[in-house]
């Protein structure tokens, strides 16, 4: 099944896998069946969303706190990180921003290089990933309804993580589209 995914941060993404019921289903159900549809809140509760989503770990455990089910997928691909750009970082100036960038970006390969040697020793890898840094990407399906997306989306909002804010940004715009207010 080929996705549409919505780019977020520098390497992930979030794409609708599945929706049990939007809105233009909802009208044509209404249509085809001559019914008169309460368009109210029961109906959109009833809408469930399904996203792949690959984030950065402080993302997904964000998400963990909603009323959302969380499935991670091992991946094939080389471990990855969200490593800042110096405005991402946004100090004071641009040379403290572009160090500490720097920094992040060193810090990250090298934690990235031990597990591999921890399970070149024959360490098991979930003890082994133990030291990878909380930017490590995973890759998720995360399913949920409407009012649980709706109600994450909203609560980040009011946050000061532009991580989340990135993620549930290009949720919100997908909720949107599937059941516009």
Request: overall charge negative; proline content about 4%.
């Amino acid at each position: 099944m080929q996705l549409s995914k919505l780019p977020c941060l520098d390497k992930g993404h979030v794409a609708l896998i599945k929706c049990s019921l939007s809105k233009k289903e909802a009208l044509s159900i209404e249509l085809e069946n001559k019914l008169q549809l309460d368009f109210s809140k029961e109906l959109v509760r009833s809408s469930h969303f399904t996203f792949l989503i690959k984030a950065p770990i402080s993302v997904v455990l964000y998400f963990a706190n909603f009323d959302l089910h969380l499935t991670q997928l091992r991946s094939t691909e080389d471990i990855e990180t969200y490593c800042p750009t110096s405005l991402e970082v946004a100090a004071d100036d641009l040379e403290t921003s572009e160090a500490i960038s720097d920094d992040i970006k060193r810090t990250s390969e090298a934690l990235k290089i031990n597990p591999r040697a921890y399970m070149t020793d024959g360490c098991n890898p979930d003890v082994a990933s133990c030291i990878l840094p909380i930017s490590t990407y995973v890759t998720c399906i995360i399913a949920g309804y409407h009012p649980s997306w709706k109600k994450m989306c909203e609560h980040s909002e009011n946050k000061n993580h532009a991580l989340i804010k990135h993620f549930s940004c290009k949720i919100r715009d997908i909720l949107e589209c599937e059941w516009p207010t």
